[in-house]
C-alpha cells in the first residue's frame, strides 16, 4: 500500500507495526486543528492495512503529546464555533472511535511529557509502555479550566479515585514509574529501552489469532459498562458471532490439538496457527 505523508504524524513501518509519531517536537506535539484532521486519516489508512498488525502511538523528540494546542485548538477558536464544532468531532472521532475501537491491538509508547488532553490518546490505546523519565501531568487547573473533552472521564476509568481526583485538583506531575503504579500504564521501561520492549509487546500480539483478539479487546471495552445479565447475553452472542466470523476457526483447531492430537496446552501457549 502507498504510504500517504503527512505533516503533523509520521508513520513508520517495522515487521508488521506501524509506529504513528505525533510530530510537532518543536511545541511539544501539541495537538492542533490539523493533527486531529491527521489522525483520522492515518487510523483509517492503518486500520485498514493488511500488512500492518499492530499499531503503536508515541511522539517525537521529548514529548508524547503535551495535550491540545492552547493557541491552535483553544484561543484561535474562541470566535469560529463552526470551526471548533469541525474539530471537535475529527478530534472524538480519531480518539475515541478509531483508536479506541480499533480492531487491531494499539499500544502507546509514551516517551516523554504527556499532558491533559494527550491522556485521552493514551488511554484509548489498549496497552501503554511508559519510559521511566515520562512526565505526566492533569495541567489543566494550573491555567483555570477542568479537564476535558474525555480526560475527566477517562481518568475515572483507570486510576483509583483518590488517586484520580489528587491529580486532578493539585495539577502535580509523575513520572512514567508512578504511572504504572497508578495502573495508568503497564509497566515503565528505561527510556533507552522503550522501542524494544514495545517491539517485543507487539511481537508477541502479532503470534495470535488476530480475530481473537479483536473481538477480546471490544468485547471488554463493551461489556464493562452493562449490567450482569446484560454482560452475559452480550458475551455469549459475541462469542458466537467470533466463530462464524473466525477464518482460521481457532476455537475447533485449538480444542482439536489439545484433546485429539495432544500438541499443545491452551493454558500455556496460543494454538498452532496456520499462518501468520
Ligand atoms: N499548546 C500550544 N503550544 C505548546 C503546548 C501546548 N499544549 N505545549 C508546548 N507548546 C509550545 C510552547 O508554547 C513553545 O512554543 P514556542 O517555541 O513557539 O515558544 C514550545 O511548545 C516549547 O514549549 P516549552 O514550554 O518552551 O518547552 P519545555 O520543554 O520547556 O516544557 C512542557 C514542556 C510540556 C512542560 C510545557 O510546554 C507545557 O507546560 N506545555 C503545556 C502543557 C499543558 O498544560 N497541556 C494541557 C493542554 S490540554
Redesign the pocket.
Known sequence: MTARKYQTVKVEREEGVAWMILNRP???N?MNPQMHYEMEEVLNELSLDPEIQVLVLTGAG??FC???????YFRDLDNDPAEQIKVRWAMRNWQYFRLRMCPKPTIAAVNG?C????FTPLISCDLAIAADEAVF?L??V??GILPGGYVTRDVAMVMSYRDALYYIITGKTFDGKKAAELRLVNESVPRSELHSRVMALAQDLKKMNPHTLRYAKDAFKMSRDMNFEQAYDYLAAKNDQLQFRDPEKARDTGIKQFIDDKTFRPGLSPYKRSKG
Open positions: 518543536e511545541k511539544r501539541a521529548e514529548a503535551s495535550g491540545m494546542d492552547l493557541k491552535e511529557w499532558f491533559g488532553g494527550g501531568g495541567s489543566e494550573n491555567w
